[in-house]
Structure formats: structure tokens, C-alpha cells
């Protein structure tokens, strides 16, 4: 290297110089390169790389060598062996742990049957008979082993002649010549690999049985998943067959539930088979197949007990099992799906058959009436469900499904024969009965209309009978006709008829002639006596006009107008004579309607009215006199008090009975001015009208016994008491009229205006004592503090404030002396309730503000002797309001003097308390002026909580100004 430049001298090649310049720049590109990471470490990772692949090359040689060692189909010893067992697990291949018939079709029951009878007579011999096979092999070749182990092994005196190989033979032979050292190095090593292959054969046994046994178990799984796998080949196998007529797998009954289609055997009885018989028996063969592995033979092949592989655990675990078996599941429930849609069809066209044989009561169909319509109806639809059923489809193959309905059909089939049979009998039965009726109405007509009668009565009957008859005419013919459709319908649905019912059939039909000529000469005989009967008849009618105008003339004389009779016997008279022309005047009601019937012209009924119009008039006005009598009679002479000496007058009713009878004898009078029996009635009302006056004041119900005694006092009469001598004897109004009680009516009124106001007063204060039955105060929970407050008293306050004024006012009346001690007892429960309500609201208001302050710690410790005095109350007040709770009426409460004594003590003392409470803080306030811009409440709350100096975060800005909060 100079200045000018780098030379480059290799040995064998042309020196190189290269100008510093441009060394210079391949030096810089060559520090540039250098710093790239590949080309940095590119030498090392070349040189890694290459040692890598070395020893790979060499690890894999060993790995070949190894293998190749413990390769047993490439040991001689074992070839054959391996060879001749895999010969025998192949024989797996024809052993079939499940199977059946595809071109057989099996009940569910025969199917299982045969699944069994396939393990254990066919599966579970062939595995044992491989087994056997495979059993012999392994104690051959163990056999052949052991002897030449033992063979070797006497064949060597100690393992040292093993180690040496140095090629002197040390027992040479007798008479031949030394043999070379190398040949006798090469036997040495020989033997020694030989003594070292046998030992490792030897050891290799154990590994070559567990060996054996894999092999067997992977047959027998490779068993299993084939027979499942043949499984669900034979249950998918009908799907790609072509052929219509091919029968499927299982057979399946189709029937009838009150839900729905029901299959037999079921889905869940199909996949219960399958699993349960079918795979998990499988399954059971394949777990219970003999295992090499834990013979007893080759148990001294083991240290300790041998493990190997668990099947169940394997085919459990195994997906492809798995995956089969839902395979197996989906395909039973797709082809029951499809199965359900296919009977659909059935279902949809032969269910009304089935739920008309579960609800079709044939006494109750014969035992209401039917019409032949409904009963042809009937026959055609049984008919038409037996023909249906003939033509029914009985077969479907289904996928694994071959769905048979011929049981259904045999069990529906009996039901349209026998309903279509009934249906026939009955209508057997009512074309028998229709006609027999018909017969004998038919019969009795005939008979009818044979008699000719001369009377009219029973004349204008056989007019009656023989217009309705020919009005009937059609209607017999009807009936007729509809049973000759009854006959028909038989003989279309082949029913045989009874003799008896054909010959009574055909009497039907002779009997319709019959009256047919009947009808004609009754018409004949009509024509000939008609004029003769309606002259009789025009006689009749003429004669009982005249006995009603008799009736007319007699009502205005005679007893009937004469007043001084007893009214009861003129009334029965008249009743009597009532009853006579309502009898005259059905009498000629029916002449009328036989007038009509012979088309003249009928009576207009006018002396029939005029008779009843007088008639009923004379006896309304004899029956008021009777009735009046009766009742002035009741009122005045029987008792006026009932045993409990209250008044049984109702005065009101009384008014209003004599103002009605007034009424009806001023419009008799109007009708009638000179009628004597108007006037009595008249008479008799005016008099008794003179005692109404006094019947209104004695019957009177507010008047109790001590009225009844002063009245008794202003007539001087002497009315004994009664027999107890509880309350007075029983007297009448006759019985007080002979103490001259009009001249005292003036007084009577005085006291009978005193017992009104009285009772008045009496019923307020009911009322007001009423009014407080059933009202209570309202106590409910007082936040968390486990006592109650008084809720609303809004209504309790507005009560006892209006009737507080009502009493005074009773107080005040010149008529509240008798009832004068019970309304001042009223009045002072009434001010007692009041005083009470008014204490305990101003003890609660109070004890509310209070409560939350003392219910802090620090301001009892700050205010013993106010704490002290708080509790007191805290416990009057918490038993008051438990009294209050359990008992809430407010009468009730007000009667116990002590609780308003409680109430005023623990009033003083809250008193005394707030007095306490604001000395306090106002020494606060001193103390620290600042607390003047704060409230009493706000105050308390931050002298409450000094263990919480955060507390006085809210209040900064009242106190400070410009703070809002600390930290």
C-alpha cells in the first residue's frame, strides 16, 4: 500500500493495483455491505448450516440403523410370525358385528333379535377362532426364541468370553492344524452379534405381542366402524334404489291418536334399538374381544402388569364413529319426518272416520230426532267412508321406513259398517213408527168425519173438524210421501223389510183412500143442514141479549142501591152476579166465532159491556164503602203501640188512604149525585176525617213512653202497664176518645211538636257518633328510626271541629233535656279527642326536628343534659305511637286520660330541649362568628360530624367567601 495506491500479490496470479481512490471507495461500499445484517453474518450461518446438515445426515443414519433393528418384519425370527398373524387379523375383514337383509323387511323386535343372534352366535366364535390362530403363532415363535436363548446361553461359560477378541483360539482342536486368527476373530465377533441378536429377540417378545395385540384391536375397531358403517348403509340404501315395490328396513304401523298420526314402533323406539342394541352392541363386542395382551401366558413377557389400548375409550372418542352414529340418528328422524308427511294424506282423508268412531254414540244419534234428509245424508257418507277405506293405500316404503296401514284400515273399516248398519235399523225403525203413527191419525180421522151430528154444537164442531181436515189434506199427503222415501232409501241401501212392515204400509194407503172419501160427504152433509143449525143459533143469541138487559134493569133497584145494607153481603152479591155475566160473556163470544163460521153477521157485544161497565161500577163503590170501614175500623180500635212501645200507626199511609178513598167517592158523586150508597160513602169519610188530626198526633212515632205519659196527664187517663211493668198496656184510639181527646188537641200538638224535636236532636247525635265508627288515625313507619308518626289528620281535625260546634249548638235547644247528660258526654270525648290530637301534633312536629340531631353521638356528648331529656321523650313517644299502632281509633285513644298527660310532659320537656338547643349554638356562634351565616340545621350538621372533616365541604361558601372547596 503507498500513497498512490493498494497492490494486490497472489500467489500463481498477476499482481493488481488498484488506485487509492478507488480502493478507498471499495473499501467504503465493503463497510456498507459488511453493516447489513445478512451479509454480516453470512460466512458464520454458511459455516452453521453446513455442520446442521452434517448432522442431520448423521442422526438420521442412526435413526435408519435403529429402526431397522427393531423392524420385525425385517428379522427373519419374527417375519414369518408377523406374516402369518396378519394373514389372521385379515380374516377380521369377513367377520360382521351387525347385519341383515336388505331385501328383508324386520319388525323392530325381529330386527333386534337378529343383531343379537349375529354377535353371539356368528361375531363373538369368529373372534375367539382368530384369536386361537394368532394365540398359536405367538407361542411358536415364543417357543423357538426361549430355546434358542437357552441354546446360547449354555453355550457360553461366562459374559468375558463374549468381550474377548483377539483372534487366539485358546482350546484348540485335536488333531487339526491352528486355523488363522483373523477367521477365528471373525467366528468370535459372529457369535457374539448372534448371543447379542438372540438376547435382544429374547427381550423383543413382550414389544412384539403388545405388537400383535395392536394389530388384533385395530381389526377389531376397523370391525366395528365397518359394522357400523354397514349400518347406515343398509338404513340409506332404499333411498337410491329405483324400484318402487322395494321394502325398507324396519315396519312401521300407522295409527291414530287423539293428537296426531302414531307410528309403531315409534321414532325414539327405532333410535332406542339402534343405539342401545345395535351400536352399543357393537360397541360391547368389540370391547369384549379377547386381548393378547393381558393373557396369562405372556404375562412373564412384562414388568409389572401390561397396559394397553381401552376400545370403548377409542371407538367413544373416535369422530368418525361419531360422526356415524348422528348419521345413523339424522337419517331415522329425516325418514320420520318424511314418514309424517306422507301419512298426511291419510290423516287429512281418514281422520274424521276415526274421531267419528270415538265420539259417535249410537243410542244418543237414534235418541234425537232426525229428519229423513239427515238421516239419507248420513247413509251416503258411511257409504262413501267405507268405499275411501276400500281404496285406502296401505303400503309406503320410506326410506328404512316400510309404513303399513292395513291396521288402521281393519280398525276403521268397523266402524262405517257398523254406524252405516245402525243408521239402516234406524231408519227401519222410524219408517216402521212414522207409519204406524200416520195409520192411526189417518184411522181416527176417518172415524171423525163418519159422524153426521144434528146438534150445534157438536154441529159447528164437524164444520171446525172438517175444515181442518181438508187444511190437513196436504200435510197428509207430505207425511205419506216421506215414507214412501223411507221404504225407498231401504231397499237403495239393501235393507231387507219385515213382512209386518209392508203390510201395515200398504194399510197406509187404504186408509188415505178412505179419508179421501170421507172429506167428500162431509162436505155434502154441511151443505144440508146448514141453514137449519144457523137459525137455532140466531135464537140463542137473541135470548142472552135479553137476560143482560134483565141484569141492567136490576143493578138500579132493589138491595143494590140501598144503603143501609151490610156492605159485605151487597159486595158478595155482586161478585156472584159478576161471575154470571163474565160466564154470558164467553157464552156469547163463542156464538160469535160460530156466527163467523157460518158467515153471518155476529153480535156487536154492546149489552154485554153496558152489563159489565154497571156492574163493576156498583161494585167498586159498594167495595170502597166495605173497605173504608174496614180500615177506619182498624185504625181507631186496634193498639196503638207494639210491645216495645213503639207507635204501629204509619200516619203517612193513613193520610194518604183517605185522601185516595175521598178521591173515588167525589168522582162517584159527579157520576152519580142522587145515588144513596155514594152519599154513605161519602158520609163515613167526612167523619173519620174529623179524627185525622188526632190520629196524625198519637201516631206520631217519635213519641216515647215519658210523652205518652204527660199526654195521659192532660187527658187524666189511667193506663195500666203491662203485665212485666216495663211499658204500658195496650190501648186505641176508640179507647182514648172517651177522655174527650179532641177538646185537648191544642196540647196533644205542643207535645207531639216536643217528641219531634227531641227525636231530631236524638238522630243528630246518632249520627254524629256513627260518623266515628270505623275512622282511625293513620300511624305510619317513621323513616329508619323503628317507630311510627301520625299521618293525615285533615279529616279526624275537620270532624271533630263540626262536631264540636254541632254539640254546642244541641246544648243550647230548649228541647235537649232529656238527652242533656249523654250530649255532654259527647261534647267532652269530643274536646278530650280534640286536646289530645292537638298535643301529639305539636310532640311530633317537635320530635321530628329533633330526632336526627340527637341522634348523633357528638351532640349528646356537647349537650348531655339535653341528650338525657330527649331520650325520655324519644321513649314516651315511641310507646304512645306503639299504642297507637295496635289500637288507631281515635275515640278509643282520647278515652285514656294518661296518654294526654304523657303528651303535655313531653311537650315541657322538648320545650325546655329546643330552649337548650339554641343557647348552644348561639355560644357556637360566639365562639366562631362566622357560623351566623349559616342556619340552626346547617350548624348542627357540621357540629355533628367532627370525625368527618369532608362534611364541611357544602357550607365553605356561606362562611368563606371566594372558597369553594379544600383539599
Known amino acids: 500500500m503507498s500513497a498512490n495506491g493498494v497492490m494486490t500479490i497472489r500467489k500463481g496470479i498477476q499482481a493488481e493495483f488498484v488506485p487509492m481512490a478507488a480502493w478507498v471507495r471499495q473499501h467504503s461500499l465493503f463497510d456498507l455491505i459488511s453493516n447489513i445484517g445478512f451479509f454480516r453474518k453470512y460466512v458464520t450461518g454458511r459455516a452453521f448450516r453446513r455442520w446442521h446438515k452434517g448432522v442431520r445426515r448423521k442422526n438420521f443414519k442412526r435413526v435408519r440403523q435403529v429402526v431397522q433393528s427393531r423392524l420385525f418384519a425385517a428379522r427373519s425370527t419374527f417375519a414369518g410370525a408377523l406374516r402369518e398373524i396378519q394373514a389372521a387379523v385379515a380374516e377380521l375383514q369377513n367377520v360382521h358385528f351387525a347385519w341383515a337383509n336388505p331385501n328383508h323387511m324386520y319388525s323392530l323386535q325381529e330386527y333386534g333379535e337378529l343383531q343379537v343372534q349375529t354377535r353371539e352366535q356368528k361375531a363373538k366364535p369368529a373372534l375367539d377362532s382368530i384369536v386361537d390362530k394368532i394365540q398359536k403363532v405367538l407361542e411358536r415363535l415364543c417357543r423357538e426364541v426361549q430355546a434358542q436363548a437357552v441354546l446360547y446361553q449354555d453355550s457360553i461359560r461366562n459374559a468375558s468370553e463374549l468381550e474377548d477378541i483377539t483372534g487366539v483360539e485358546l482350546f484348540q482342536g485335536g488333531g487339526g492344524r491352528p486355523r488363522p486368527m483373523v477367521v477365528i476373530k471373525q467366528e468370535k465377533l459372529e457369535r457374539a452379534a448372534n448371543y447379542a441378536r438372540v438376547m435382544d429377540e429374547l427381550s423383543q417378545l413382550g414389544i412384539f405381542v403388545r405388537l400383535v395385540d395392536y394389530l388384533f384391536v385395530e381389526g377389531v375397531m376397523a370391525c366395528a366402524v365397518a359394522g357400523v358403517e354397514g349400518l347406515l348403509a343398509l338404513l340409506t340404501v332404499h333411498k337410491q334404489q329405483t324400484d318402487k315395490q322395494a321394502k325398507a328396513l324396519f315396519q312401521v304401523f300407522v295409527s291414530f291418536e287423539p293428537k296426531g298420526v302414531a307410528f309403531s314402533p315409534n321414532e325414539a323406539a327405532i333410535l332406542n334399538e339402534l343405539n342401545a342394541n345395535a351400536l352399543e352392541g357393537i360397541i360391547s363386542v368389540a370391547q369384549g374381544a379377547p386381548r393378547l395382551l393381558f393373557m396369562r401366558g405372556y404375562a412373564h413377557l412384562f414388568e409389572g402388569k401390561p397396559s394397553g389400548l381401552n376400545t370403548l375409550n377409542i371407538l367413544r372418542n373416535m369422530p368418525h364413529l361419531t360422526a356415524l352414529r348422528a348419521a345413523i340418528n339424522q337419517t331415522v328422524i329425516d325418514d320420520f319426518s318424511a314418514a309424517r308427511e306422507a301419512v298426511r294424506e291419510l290423516d287429512i282423508g281418514y281422520r274424521k272416520i276415526w274421531d267419528f268412531g270415538r265420539t259417535w254414540d249410537p243410542d244418543a244419534y237414534a235418541a234425537q230426532p232426525r229428519s229423513l234428509s239427515e238421516i239419507r245424508r248420513d247413509l251416503v257418507l258411511q257409504r262413501n267412508w267405507k268405499g275411501s277405506l276400500d281404496r285406502m293405500k296401505t303400503n309406503m316404503a320410506i326410506g328404512c321406513l316400510q309404513l303399513d296401514a292395513k291396521p288402521l284400515r281393519a280398525e276403521l273399516a268397523p266402524i262405517t259398517a257398523a254406524a252405516l248398519e245402525r243408521i239402516k235399523l234406524l231408519l227401519l225403525n222410524m219408517a216402521r213408527q212414522a207409519t204406524l203413527a200416520l195409520l192411526d191419525d189417518v184411522t181416527a180421522r176417518v172415524q171423525m168425519l163418519s159422524a153426521h151430528p144434528t146438534q150445534l154444537d157438536e154441529f159447528v164442531n164437524y164444520m171446525v173438524l172438517h175444515t181442518a181436515q181438508l187444511d190437513d189434506r196436504k200435510l197428509l199427503s207430505s207425511q205419506a210421501g216421506q215414507v214412501d222415501d223411507m221404504y225407498e232409501s231401504l231397499a237403495a241401501h239393501e235393507q231387507k223389510v219385515p213382512t209386518a212392515d209392508q203390510v201395515k204400509h200398504d194399510d197406509l194407503t187404504e186408509a188415505l183412500a178412505a179419508f179421501q172419501v170421507q172429506l167428500t160427504e162431509g162436505k155434502e152433509f154441511i151443505a144440508d143442514h146448514k141453514e137449519e143449525e144457523l137459525t137455532t143459533l140466531n135464537a140463542n143469541v137473541t135470548a142472552l141479549n135479553e137476560e143482560l138487559q134483565g141484569i141492567i134493569a136490576s143493578l138500579h133497584t132493589d138491595k143494590f142501591v140501598d144503603a143501609k145494607l151490610d156492605p159485605d153481603e151487597v159486595t158478595a152479591d155482586l161478585e156472584a152476579l159478576l161471575q154470571h155475566i163474565s160466564g154470558l160473556g164467553e157464552a156469547q163470544a163463542l156464538y160469535n166465532q160460530y156466527l163467523t163460521l157460518f158467515e153471518a153477521p155476529t153480535d156487536d157485544l154492546s149489552t154485554l159491556m153496558l152489563a159489565e161497565k154497571v156492574a163493576n161500577s156498583r161494585y167498586q163503590l159498594w167495595r170502597s164503602v166495605r173497605d173504608f170501614l174496614e180500615q177506619s175500623h182498624a185504625w181507631t180500635e186496634e193498639p196503638i203501640l207494639d210491645d216495645d212501645g ?26 152519580n149525585k142522587d145515588d144513596p150508597v155514594v152519599a154513605r160513602l161519602k158520609d163515613i169519610i167526612d167523619d173519620f176525617k174529623e179524627l185525622l188530626p188526632l190520629v196524625e198526633e198519637l201516631g206520631n ?46 196540647k196533644l200538638q205542643v207535645v207531639g211538636a216536643a217528641a219531634s224535636k227531641e227525636a231530631a236532636l236524638e238522630k243528630a247525635l246518632i249520627k254524629m257518633q256513627s260518623d266515628w265508627e270505623g275512622l282511625t288515625l293513620r300511624v305510619v313507619e317513621y323513616k329508619d328510626t323503628e317507630t311510627y308518626v301520625v299521618g293525615g289528620t285533615d279529616e279526624v281535625q275537620s270532624l271533630l271541629d263540626d262536631q264540636v260546634v254541632k254539640t254546642q249548638a244541641m246544648r243550647a235547644s230548649p228541647f235537649i233535656k232529656p238527652l242533656e247528660a249523654g250530649v255532654t258526654s259527647w261534647e267532652r270525648l269530643l274536646l278530650a279527642a280534640q286536646e289530645l290530637l292537638d298535643n301529639w301534633l305539636t310532640c311530633q312536629a317537635t320530635w321530628q326536628y329533633l330526632e336526627p340531631i340527637f341522634s348523633s353521638p357528638d351532640i349528646i356528648k356537647q349537650m348531655p343534659e339535653e341528650g338525657e331529656k330527649f331520650i325520655q321523650v324519644d321513649t314516651t313517644w315511641r310507646d304512645v305511637m306503639e299504642a297507637a299502632h295496635s289500637t288507631p281509633n281515635v275515640l278509643a285513644l282520647a278515652k285514656d286520660p294518661e296518654r294526654l298527660i304523657r303528651l303535655e310532659e313531653a311537650n315541657k320537656l322538648l320545650e325546655e330541649i329546643q330552649k337548650g338547643l339554641a343557647a348552644y349554638l348561639e355560644l357556637k356562634r360566639l365562639a366562631f362568628p362566622r357560623f351566623f351565616f349559616l342556619s340552626n340545621d346547617e350548624i348542627l350538621e357540621v357540629l355533628s360530624e367532627t370525625k368527618d372533616p369532608t362534611r364541611v365541604q357544602p357550607h365553605l361558601k356561606k362562611c368563606f367567601e371566594g372558597i369553594d372547596k379544600l383539599q
Not at 195521659?712 to 176508640?734: C, V
Open 701 to 746: 212515632p217519635a213519641l216515647q213512653a215519658r210523652h205518652w205519659h204527660e199526654i195521659f196527664d192532660i187527658i187524666k187517663a189511667d193506663i195500666p202497664p203491662t203485665e212485666t211493668g216495663e211499658g204500658l198496656g195496650p190501648f186505641s184510639i176508640r179507647h182514648l176518645l172517651q177522655y174527650d181527646l179532641l177538646e185537648q188537641l191544642d
Open 646 to 671: 213503639a207507635v204501629l200507626l204509619n200516619v203517612e199511609m193513613v193520610r194518604q188512604e183517605v185522601e185516595d178513598y175521598a178521591a173515588k167517592a167525589y168522582k162517584a158523586a159527579k157520576a
